[in-house]
Structure formats: structure tokens, C-alpha cells
């Protein structure tokens, strides 16, 4: 497997990385910052004797970004507390959860996590030598683990599979068989890695529960389990692969890394589900033990915190502004990310990087004089759509059928829209509700006003023809992206460029299901809190 395996521990530990002393040192630096810890007493046991063996697995799914720091700064805590980690590339899950990762592209993007993974730990000052990296396909495909599967179907009810995955497996509306295994996969995994902890988000909880009830049934050994915060994203919520404003890219240049972080939450004096200081906590001050907010003499000059629970009091205070605290953690995040861009920077990585991660939206350019250039690829991930909330709505100053509505889609200002539906929904029923939108749309003037996106809504098929607005989940924010089951890590366009049609190529094949859900090939439309639907309106098509 290449570089895979038990790396080189000839090292001196000590050498790379000063190591705590007693049990109760190397207790409080294996459990800070954690949100629950399942068997603290067999932990503290276990450290009186001899070192910890702990996991840590990640499905090599979409693109590790800039949040897989939280695990990692925990993994140098481990380290550092003596322990033995081994990370686990968890391929044949990556499959399982609702085939992520195609079977085509396993073995490439478990090559791209290797490579990230190992870049970010080096990045941090982790030594890889006292590591070890197992691919799940290693040991996942043999005789005895494929036997411990089957003799834990025997024991297992569907009910409890489907419970415990609930938070980890993608939930669709007919899910596959996989889905079920995948919980029994992750259980085992802990007998045969030979660990004493699995370490995971808490959103891991259910099938930590879950290895704790079962794995003893097969006459193996309940382990300890050590869990993570869920730190939230850039835009207030879970930070994710799918939702491409949420999260900083491993890979992203300086420049998106402004972007996103300016357009990142972060309310003066809020801390709640404020994704910057979570970032500061749970990742930089673990590393640095302090952390410098840069700012001009005229505001006070640059000031170090020792203790995060200070910086997040001046936050709350109003002392510490949003754009000090953005423009610090840019700098010290591009410090973190400018050697795995100088590692990722050679050709070999690129490749690699490119066909771990086709992008489904970019069509191969035609080399110059040649007719026959591959064909464009039409995908829904091409379109930009995305949950808005209308905020004003008014009657077209020259057109009786259109209304000019300002609609916020998560950006510093809200758009302009001209929408043609004066005839089909009432100007009250528009005001202050949660819209679907196109937003890549080549901006276009009717009758003098510029639209800048169009509102998707469901029509009726038949005379009169009616029309309704798609819903949202109600609980979603503006800006939210909206995404095509099936369809969630494509890049969209830019811009639609008119002449391609990809939207009415798109369109042709958009409908209103009997459960009054919009679709696509029968695939649903979604946000991360649910599916796209409207009113009344089954069997319909959506313009």
C-alpha cells in the first residue's frame, strides 16, 4: 500500500515533541476541549499502567478543509500525552454512506486524504513518525472481519443501524442497504485496529453508543470514547464539504481565504455560533497556547490573549471588533495553509488532486482548431441556487405583471430580482418569506430594471395555470445553498453563459413530485435541513 503502515518509531518521542509525565497530566491533555468522554474511569485506569491506543477515522469522502484542524490539533494532544494513535482512511465507508466516493474514485481520493492529512499534521508540527496509517480496504476485506460483519447482521435490529447512523449517513428518502451496515463497519473497526479509544465528533455519539451495546455480543471488548464539539462553520452552522461558503479549502488561495472570511458570521459582542472563535479555541489557541489580535495603534495595537475565555470576553464586550478578529485569524490561518499549498504546489499533487476531484461542471476546453471538442457536461451542480429571504416587494414602476423584489441570499447586499407573478401571488404573501433563487443567471434588464436572479416556482400543468413559489424548510438562513440529491460537491458556474442553454437543458427535466417536492430525474432538491418542496402544486413543472 505504498506509504501506508506503521511509520518509522525509531525516533526518539521526546525529540519532536515534548511528552506530559503523570496519568492525571496526560488525562486532562487527552480530554480538553472534548464534549463527552464514555468511560473516564477505564481511561484514567488504563493510563496508570501504560500508554493509551486511540483511532481516529475519516471516510475519505469530499475535500478535507480547513475544520479537519480541529481533529488534528487533538491528535497532537494525544501525542503529546504519550498516546498511540493510528488514523484510519476509512475507504469502503466513503462507499457505504450513500456511495460518496464512487468505487472509481476510492483508491484516488484515499491517495488525496493521505497526502492532506499528512501535510496538515506537518503543518502543525506533528511528527508523522510516531503515526500510524492503516487504509480501511487493508484489513475491512478479510475472511475474519467480513464473518464478524455477518455475525453482526445476525445480532443487530435495523431499527438500531438506522438510529445509529442517523447523524453520519446521509438520510434520503429510499435508503440504501449500505447505510445500515455502515455503523456494525465503524464498531468493529475498534477490535481490529487493537485500540483502546475511538476519538470523533460528537455527531459520532449514536454509533459510538451503538459499538458499546453490540461489540460485546461478538465477545469483544467496550471501548472508551473521546468526542469532539461541533465547531461551527464560517456561516454560523456545521462547517461542510457541500456547502461551499461554510468552509476554507485546504487548498484555497490567500484570496478566497479574504473572501470567505469576510463574508464569514461573526456579530459584534455575539459568541454564539460564531464559527471565527470557535476556530481561535479549538484549533489555534491549543496549538500556540496564545493567540495576537492585529490591529492599528489607533484602535490599541496588537494584544496577546494566554487564555481564550479573555478573548471571548472582550468579543462580548464589544472590545475586540469582528473585522480585528477576522483579519488575525486570516493571518495565522495562512500560516497553517501556505506549506500544504507549497506541498500541493508540485504537478504529481495537482494530478492527483484533479482526479480525485473532477469537476462535473467544467467542460475539457477544445484545443485551438479542432472541431469536435468533448461535449459540456450538464450537471445540477452547475446551477447556483440558493434559499433567500424576500425583503421587499414592489409593483413594477413600468410593468403591471412584475413585481421588483430585494431579496438577501447571504451576501453583503441584498439583489434585485424582477419576477413576473403580480397575476399569480398576492404582494403580502411575498413579503418576508424564504424564496428559492437561481443566482448564476447573466444579470438582465426587463423593462429597465436590471434582475439579478430568477425565484424558481412550481406551475401547474393544466389551464388555469397556477403558480407557487418553492418553500424551503422554514428553518433555513438566507444564503443557504441548495443542491440536487446526488449532486452536492460540484463547483457551479460562475455565470450561465446564454448561448449554452444550461439552465433550460437542466430545466427540461425539473418536476413536482406526488409528495409535492421538487426534483430533478426524480432526484430531490435540498437544503442541509431537508427537501425543497411547494404547496399544492403535484405533478407540476418548476420555472
Not at 427 to 454: A, T
Not at 516 to 543: D, M, P, V
Given at each position: 500500500m505504498g506509504s501506508m503502515g506503521t511509520a518509522n518509531t525509531s525516533r526518539p518521542a521526546a525529540a519532536a515533541m515534548e511528552t506530559a509525565s503523570g496519568p492525571q497530566e496526560k488525562y486532562q491533555l487527552i480530554t480538553r476541549n472534548l464534549q463527552e468522554v464514555l468511560g473516564e474511569e477505564k481511561l484514567l485506569s488504563i493510563l496508570k499502567e501504560r500508554e493509551v491506543k486511540i483511532y481516529w477515522g475519516t471516510a475519505t469522502t469530499g475535500r478535507p478543509h480547513v475544520a479537519y484542524f480541529v481533529p488534528m490539533s487533538k491528535i497532537a494532544d494525544f501525542l503529546k500525552a504519550g498516546c498511540e494513535v493510528t488514523i484510519l482512511f476509512a475507504d469502503l465507508h466513503a462507499y457505504l454512506d450513500n456511495m460518496k466516493a464512487p468505487w472509481e474514485l476510492l483508491e484516488l481520493r484515499t491517495r488525496y486524504y493521505e497526502n492532506v492529512i499528512k501535510a496538515m499534521l506537518e503543518s502543525i508540527g506533528v511528527p508523522l513518525e510516531k503515526l500510524k496509517f492503516v487504509r480501511g480496504t487493508d484489513y475491512q476485506l478479510s475472511k475474519e472481519y467480513t464473518l464478524d460483519v455477518y455475525r453482526l447482521s445476525s445480532v443487530v435490529t435495523q431499527h438500531d443501524a438506522k438510529k445509529a447512523g442517523a447523524e453520519v449517513v446521509k438520510q434520503v428518502e429510499h435508503p440504501l442497504l449500505s447505510g445500515l451496515l455502515y455503523p456494525g463497519l465503524q464498531a468493529l473497526d475498534e477490535e481490529y485496529l487493537k485500540v483502546d479509544a475511538q476519538f470523533g465528533g460528537v455527531d459520532q455519539r449514536k454509533i459510538f453508543t451503538f459499538a458499546e451495546k453490540y461489540l460485546p455480543s461478538l465477545g469483544y471488548a467496550k471501548r472508551i470514547h473521546l468526542m469532539n464539539p461541533m465547531v461551527p462553520g464560517l456561516t454560523g452552522s456545521k462547517m461542510s464539504s457541500s456547502e461551499e461558503d461554510s468552509k476554507i479549502d485546504l487548498l484555497d488561495r490567500k484570496e478566497d481565504v479574504k473572501k470567505k472570511l469576510k463574508k464569514a458570521f461573526c456579530e459584534p459582542g455575539n459568541v454564539e455560533n460564531n464559527g471565527v472563535l470557535s476556530f481561535i479555541k479549538h484549533v489555534l489557541f491549543p496549538l500556540k497556547s496564545e493567540f495576537v489580535i492585529l490591529r492599528e495603534e489607533k484602535w490599541g495595537g496588537n494584544k496577546t490573549y494566554t487564555a481564550y475565555e479573555a478573548l471571548e470576553k472582550d468579543f462580548a464586550d464589544q472590545v475586540v471588533h469582528p473585522g480585528d478578529l477576522k483579519n488575525s485569524v486570516e493571518v495565522a490561518l495562512n500560516k497553517l495553509l501556505d506549506p500544504i499549498r507549497e506541498k500541493f504546489n508540485n504537478p504529481e499533487l495537482k494530478k492527483l488532486t484533479n482526479a480525485a476531484y473532477p469537476n462535473p461542471s467544467k467542460?475539457?476546453?477544445?484545443?485551438?482548431?479542432?472541431?469536435?471538442?468533448?461535449?459540456?457536461?450538464?450537471?445540477?451542480?452547475?446551477?447556483?441556487?440558493?434559499?433567500?429571504?424576500?425583503?421587499?416587494?414592489?409593483?413594477?414602476?413600468?410593468?403591471?405583471?412584475?413585481?421588483?423584489?430585494?431579496?438577501?441570499?447571504?451576501?453583503?447586499?441584498?439583489?434585485?430580482?424582477?419576477?413576473?407573478?403580480?397575476?399569480?401571488?398576492?404582494?403580502?404573501?411575498?413579503?418576508?418569506?424564504?424564496?428559492?433563487?437561481?443566482?448564476?443567471?447573466?444579470?438582465?434588464?426587463?423593462?429597465?430594471?436590471?434582475?439579478?436572479?430568477?425565484?424558481?416556482?412550481?406551475?401547474?400543468?393544466?389551464?388555469?395555470?397556477?403558480?407557487?413559489?418553492?418553500?424551503?424548510?422554514?428553518?433555513?438562513?438566507?444564503?443557504?445553498?441548495?443542491?440536487?440529491?446526488?449532486?452536492?460537491?460540484?463547483?457551479?458556474?460562475?455565470?450561465?453563459?446564454?448561448?449554452?442553454?444550461?439552465?433550460?437543458?437542466?430545466?427540461?427535466?425539473?418536476?413536482?413530485?406526488?409528495?409535492?417536492?421538487?426534483?430533478?430525474?426524480?432526484?430531490?432538491?435540498?437544503?442541509?435541513?431537508?427537501?425543497?418542496?411547494?404547496?399544492?402544486?403535484?405533478?407540476?413543472?418548476?420555472?
Open positions: 467542460a475539457k476546453p477544445a484545443e485551438k482548431g479542432t472541431k469536435n471538442s468533448e461535449p459540456e457536461t450538464i450537471v445540477p451542480s452547475r446551477l447556483d441556487i440558493r434559499v433567500g429571504k424576500v425583503i421587499s416587494v414592489e409593483k413594477h414602476p413600468d410593468a403591471d405583471s412584475l413585481y421588483v423584489e430585494k431579496i438577501d441570499v447571504g451576501e453583503p447586499e441584498p439583489r434585485t430580482v424582477v419576477s413576473g407573478l403580480v397575476q399569480f401571488v398576492p404582494k403580502e404573501q411575498l413579503q418576508d418569506r424564504l424564496v428559492v433563487l437561481l443566482c448564476n443567471l447573466k444579470p438582465q434588464k426587463m423593462r429597465g430594471v436590471e434582475s439579478q436572479g430568477m425565484v424558481l416556482c412550481a406551475s401547474s400543468v393544466g389551464e388555469p395555470r397556477q403558480v407557487e413559489p418553492l418553500d424551503p424548510p422554514a428553518e433555513c438562513c438566507a444564503g443557504e445553498r441548495v443542491y440536487v440529491e446526488g449532486y452536492e460537491d460540484g463547483e457551479p458556474d460562475d455565470e450561465l453563459k446564454p448561448k449554452k442553454k444550461v439552465f433550460e437543458k437542466l430545466q427540461a427535466d425539473f418536476r413536482i413530485s406526488e409528495d409535492c417536492i421538487a426534483q430533478w430525474k426524480e432526484r430531490n432538491f435540498l437544503t442541509k435541513l431537508g427537501n425543497i418542496s411547494c404547496k399544492s402544486l403535484k405533478g407540476g413543472s418548476i420555472s
